[in-house]
């Protein structure tokens, strides 16, 4: 749990698309790095440290990170990567601001889902000696999810569209008329699989005074994570509920802001996620909730978490507002990452 003294400065984000043929995980990355450092109008040289994002099975490499080390200034310099959602390297980075161990920071989360085999991927997660032996992958545990919530096909629809509607990249679809995957859920319940990376640069109070580039303040960022899959209630998030209500606090607020951005993979963990939270069923999403779409609203996984971060940001920069952005790691949800901003207005 980390309070805020770090100030966001630059961002940056690519589109979002099922293929990015046309570059590499190198060039992807440096697309997200150029326009933060532009927004923050300082140079690579200047950077003081990295806290990247990556997964080293999507990536196809161990040391997933090693693409991208020149590209975000970490020769020589400080650098660590955290092989989980850009949520939790937006807390890593505020946590060594907070401590004074750097003062300029480059936060980069990037993933090319297309370029591996995300059966393979998600099979790699489960338990080698037993599960994994199955060729299980995540949308057939997450079938038994469903079955468990029992969430109606319509309400996780209405989920699904709400987040389409918001989407850059997504064309509008039913959901519940796309083809069945594992019983019961339906092909567009699914986040799809895209490329694309994001950014941000973080700094401390003096360096933002300095600039005076400041857009927002990362107020405090809270992680929680749970039991595997197997030893835990699939019908409940207490992580999340944990991790938010430690993020509130440590920021200093009473209650939730209107503006709040969930991260998940299926559309009913998006309806489970707003139950835990008490904001309530589909027609959350569909009065607000989630403003980006979120990871429905077609975000690489790895990435989703940070772009939601991204969200919060420019609705509050300028301002004197607040959001809160969620991202997640792991087998349906495993660890929860929640952070919260202010506008610097």
């Known amino acids: 749990m980390i309070g805020g003294r770090s100030y966001v400065v630059g961002i940056g984000e690519t589109p979002f698309a099922p293929r990015r043929d ?45 693409a991208v080390n020149e590209v975000a200034g970490a020769t020589f310099k400080a650098e660590s990567k955290v092989a989980a959602d ?15 161990s750097d003062s300029l920071m480059l936060v980069v989360a990037h993933c090319k889902e297309s370029q591996a085999d995300p059966h393979q991927v998600e099979n ?10 199955l060729d299980p992958d995540e949308t057939v545990i997450a079938a038994f999810q ?17 987040a389409r509607s918001r989407s850059r990249w997504l064309e509008p679809a039913d959901a ?38 400041a857009k927002a303040r990362i107020a405090s960022v809270a992680t929680d994570t749970g039991s595997y899959w ?9 992580g999340l509920k944990s991790a938010f209500a430690n993020a509130l606090s440590a920021a200093g607020w009473d209650d939730a802001p209107d503006h709040v951005e969930l991260a998940a993979p299926f559309a009913h963990q998006a309806l489970l996620f707003a139950r835990e939270l008490g904001a309530g069923g589909a027609e959350a999403f569909e009065n607000g909730l989630c403003p980006t779409g979120g990871w429905l609203a077609g975000r690489p ?35 929860h990452h929640v ?7």
């Open 22 to 66: 046309d570059v590499n995980t190198t060039e992807l990355a440096w697309e997200a790095i150029r326009e933060a450092l532009g927004d923050a109008r300082v140079e690579l040289a200047q950077i003081t440290g990295v806290i990247s994002a990556s997964q080293d099975f999507w990536e196809g490499r161990t040391i997933s990170s090693m």
């Open 86 to 100: 850009g949520a939790l390297a937006v807390g890593y980075a505020a946590a060594r601001i907070a401590t004074g």
């Open 124 to 133: 790699a997660a489960f338990d080698p000696l037993g599960q994994r032996l």
């Open 146 to 162: 469903a079955q468990q919530l029992d969430f109606d096909l319509a309400d996780r629809a209405r989920v699904v569209a709400a």
């Open 176 to 213: 519940a008329s796309s083809p069945e995957t594992a019983t019961p859920l339906h092909e567009l319940e699914r986040a799809p699989r895209m490329d694309g990376a994001c950014a941000l640069v973080l700094c401390d109070e003096e360096t933002a005074g300095r600039l005076g580039r």
């Open 230 to 238: 197997l030893d835990r209630d699939l019908t409940e998030a207490p």
């Open 301 to 335: 996984g790895v990435v989703a978490g940070l772009s939601n971060v991204i969200g919060g940001l420019r609705a509050v920069q300028g301002t004197s507002e607040r959001a809160l952005a969620h991202g997640t790691t792991g087998l349906l949800c495993q660890s």
């Open 339 to 345: 952070v919260c901003v202010e506008g610097a207005g």
